[in-house]
């Protein structure tokens, strides 16, 4: 399966700045990339698409001027989460897909103070 | 909003024992997945079924798709300590998009 890289694995910001998260894809290069948040003991909630060259789409709820997306190349999508707040704390994965599987970074636990 | 279900919620067993989580939708998937996850990291993929009746078998785990791809099961025989963590299904549409069931946490003890 696609190896995918995540970075920071953790972060802690103080509320009101921003942090941006990458995600890599490591072996194969990707059109679409996937970004989730799971809080704890939760399942994971989709946030959005990112397609390489061209806008994201995101899902119903979720800010598209909060939660900045650039896929930019087709090993590499971020994440920006702008003017972080405590509620804003989660575990966010990305993931990259193939026809019929995503496979799925490790994750980046964010703490915001 | 969840379109798969999942049970158990939660399950708890001695080592050695067997176990069975079931994923549910009223919808027709065109693949499901199953992973496991473990806290703090990222979902491991086990198995894609694409196929309504397939049955796939990955050492000690056994995965069923319904025949009418609408619902699929995981069996885990002899269930050791290492087996625990959170069982997540997803449901595959064309569009890449996957559709997660709320997961069942596994906790098998030595």
């Known amino acids: 399966g696609a190896v995918v890289s995540q970075h920071p694995s953790r972060v802690i910001c103080k509320s009101g700045t921003s942090v941006k998260i990458e995600c890599r894809s490591l072996?194969?290069?990707?059109?679409?990339m996937f970004w989730y948040r799971q809080f704890p003991k939760q399942s994971l909630m989709l946030m959005a698409t990112?397609?390489?060259?061209?806008?994201?789409?995101?899902e119903q709820g979720v800010e598209k001027d909060k939660f900045l997306i650039n896929h930019a190349s087709l090993t590499l999508s971020t994440l920006t989460v702008t003017s972080a707040h405590p509620e804003d704390s989660s575990f966010y994965i990305c993931?990259?897909?193939?026809?019929?599987?995503?496979?799925f970074g490790p994750g980046t636990r964010l703490t915001v103070l | 909003t969840q379109l798969l279900e999942q049970s158990p919620q939660f399950l708890s067993i001695q080592e050695g024992e067997n176990l069975t989580v079931y994923c549910n939708s009223s919808?027709?998937?065109?693949?499901l997945q199953w992973y496991r996850q473990e806290p703090g990291e990222g979902p491991v993929l086990l198995v894609t079924v694409v196929t309504g009746g397939e049955v796939k078998k990955l050492k000690r785990l056994t995965f069923q798709f319904g025949d009418a791809r609408k619902d699929s099961s995981l069996h885990i025989t002899a269930a050791q300590p290492g087996d625990t963590g959170l069982y997540l299904c997803a449901g595959g549409a064309n569009d890449y998009k996957l559709s997660f069931g709320a997961g069942t946490t596994v906790t098998v003890r030595a």
């Open positions: 990112s397609n390489e060259g061209s806008k994201a789409t995101y």
């Open positions: 993931s990259t897909a193939t026809a019929d599987t995503q496979y």
């Open positions: 072996d194969f290069q990707a059109t679409t």
């Open positions: 919808s027709v998937f065109s693949s």
